[in-house]
């Protein structure tokens, strides 16, 4: 976040500098505001307090003490440096401690959070924080749910809502259905999200490799120029139907970078997960599926091709981990 604050404070100046789009939405007259509060783009906030009307924040990440929730460090884990899981030893406990702490008093986008930008741009009301902004919000939107996350307390003004890109698959185009129907084992969805543009040469080998002779389909969404000469078992796409495949009935296996959404369409129809954590909160996201049983974390930097394949075969042959992922769906 040290190295990324200089150009999310250009993403926040192009809304701020801006008048002519100050101007439009405030001759609107609106009731109310849902703002992205993920730090990087709380500065949004700014031109809610100076049009003076209720927040309601959506964020995707975990801030308790910026939510004001009681957020006890000995079990409510840090999201975002080192995850762990609430079963913490004492050490890991203090390590929990110190991240709840280092990020909530300086997460390295202090400039972005401060005073500044609005003694800058609301020079007629009070100043105050950003963060303070966010604290005055009448309702808070947290992209999680109990199904998938840890227990934690919670409080009136949160709401969970985890999941929200979760919806009945569509059918699939008819090259899609034939392949799909094509593999009686079944066929594995391997997705690497749309904000990993291409990862490095020898993980896409090592990836191939393990893939190349395993008897299930593989439907993989491929961001780089596509080989002529992939196995005919292994379909490459520029872009996937996600979500519709996760719903086909055929699909046994999800390898994931654990995006947020990615993770809830896996578990709304009830897909175990291999997940390859890239950046962000994906490293805490892999960690809570496989605490919950819902597949297994690798290490995207250090696994071997042999590796891979057998725990492709451990997740889909070990009936436990289809189990834990219905249950959870159906509460879902």
Not at 48 to 63: D, H, N, Q, R
Not at 155 to 183: Q, W, Y
Not at 251 to 272: D, M, R
Request: with cysteine.
């Amino acid at each position: 976040f040290h190295v990324m604050q200089g150009p999310m404070v250009s993403f926040c100046l192009n809304s701020l500098e801006d008048q002519e789009f100050y101007n439009r939405i405030e001759a609107e007259h609106y009731d109310l505001i849902i703002a992205d509060v993920f730090p990087g783009s709380r500065c949004n906030l700014v031109l809610a307090y100076k049009l003076g009307v209720p927040i309601v924040s959506f964020s995707g990440s975990f801030e308790p003490w910026l939510l004001r929730l009681p957020a006890v460090p000995s079990f409510v884990t840090s999201s975002h440096f080192s995850p762990h899981t609430p079963e913490m030893s004492f050490w890991e406990r203090l390590q929990n401690l110190y991240e709840l702490v280092s990020w909530s008093s300086d997460n390295g986008l202090n400039e972005l959070l401060s005073t500044g930008l609005v003694r800058k741009y609301v020079p007629e009301k009070p100043t105050i924080s950003i963060d303070e902004i966010a604290q005055q919000s009448v309702l808070w939107f947290i992209d999680q749910d109990f199904a998938m996350d840890y227990a934690r307390p919670l409080m009136p003004h949160e709401a969970l809502v985890g999941g929200m890109t979760t919806v009945p698959p569509k059918p699939l185009p008819k090259d899609l259905e034939d392949f799909m129907s094509n593999f009686s084992y079944g066929v594995i969805v391997l997705s690497f999200g749309s904000t990993v543009s291409a990862l490095p040469e020898f993980i896409i080998s090592k990836i191939i490799d393990a893939l190349s002779p395993v008897s299930y389909g593989i439907i993989m969404r491929y961001p780089g120029e596509i080989p002529v000469d992939a196995p005919k078992h292994m379909k490459l796409m520029s872009w996937i139907p996600q979500n519709d495949l996760l719903g086909h009935p055929n699909t046994k296996l999800f390898i994931t970078h654990c995006g947020n959404n990615g993770q809830y369409e896996a578990l709304y129809s009830a897909v175990p997960s291999i997940g390859f954590p890239i950046f962000a909160e994906q490293e805490y996201n892999a960690l809570r599926m496989q605490y919950r049983g819902f597949g297994i974390k690798m290490d995207i930097m250090n696994f071997q091709s042999d590796e891979l394949v057998k725990i492709i075969q451990k997740v889909i042959t070990n009936p436990k981990y289809k189990k834990s992922i219905e249950k959870a769906s159906a509460i879902y």
